[in-house]
T-cell receptor
């Protein structure tokens, strides 16, 4: 069974500080995808980034960066120079990609509420 | 390209009633998934439809059902509503390939009184 753990419930920072969100996952599969979604107060889940299990290269996209480490089953996400508009709930999610599996779904962590104060 | 749309955005029902929620996926997407979000249980997978067929189902009672039409639009129905069904119901669309990203709609907030 898949499992995603986000140990941080809430994080509060002052604008321009960096924020790192932790995500630890469990899966028996060798092929899987990891995602980060953002949920602002409006409720819609906004897709941020995706990484497959075969690509451990860490990247930076604008103010977002992520650190994927298979050895520790972690997929951490960092917002650099946070802004008030970054205030939202952030979810880490896992999807298996086995060819013969019908288990096409996202398993979500509990979410981390980020509050950025001006 | 228009995003995923869900109607209605807000709904208030009473216990015992039934409700139907609608989701229109991104144009060209053939897969629609439904998720329930509550403060206590978080985001939970309900079911997924692909080309009018239910391909996967989560661990929810039979009161929760869904269907997909030939234009890929999907509806989910909850019968005999209970107080615990109060939640944000999110719909996600994708091409249906296992490697694809799911894109979510704004959700329907259901309140059961």
């Amino acid at each position: 069974a898949q499992k995603v753990t986000q140990a941080q419930t809430e994080i509060s920072v002052v604008e321009k500080e960096d924020v790192t969100l932790d995500c630890v996952y469990e899966t028996r599969d060798t092929t899987y995808y990891l995602f980060w979604y953002k949920q602002p107060p409006s409720g819609e889940l906004v897709f941020l980034i995706r990484r497959n299990s075969f690509d451990e290269q860490n990247e930076i996209s604008g103010r977002y960066s992520w650190n994927f480490q298979k050895s520790t089953s972690s997929f951490n996400f960092t917002i650099t120079a946070s802004q008030v508009v970054d205030s939202a709930v952030y979810f880490c999610a896992l999807s298996e990609a086995r060819v013969r599996s019908n288990d096409y779904k996202l398993s979500f962590g509990a979410g981390t509420t980020v509050t950025v104060r001006a | 390209k228009a995003g995923v749309t869900q109607t209605p955005r807000y709904l208030i029902k009473t216990r015992g009633q039934q409700v139907t929620l609608s989701c229109s996926p991104i144009s060209g997407h053939r897969s629609v998934s439904w998720y329930q979000q509550t403060p206590g249980q978080g985001l939970q997978f309900l079911f997924e439809y692909f080309s009018e067929t239910q391909r996967n189902k989560g661990n929810f009672p039979g009161r929760f059902s869904g269907r997909q039409f030939s234009n890929s639009r999907s509806e989910m129905n909850v019968s005999t509503l209970e107080l615990g069904d109060s939640a944000l119901y999110l719909c996600a669309s994708s091409s249906g390939q296992r490697t694809d990203t799911q894109y979510f709609g704004p959700g329907t907030r259901l309140t059961v009184l």
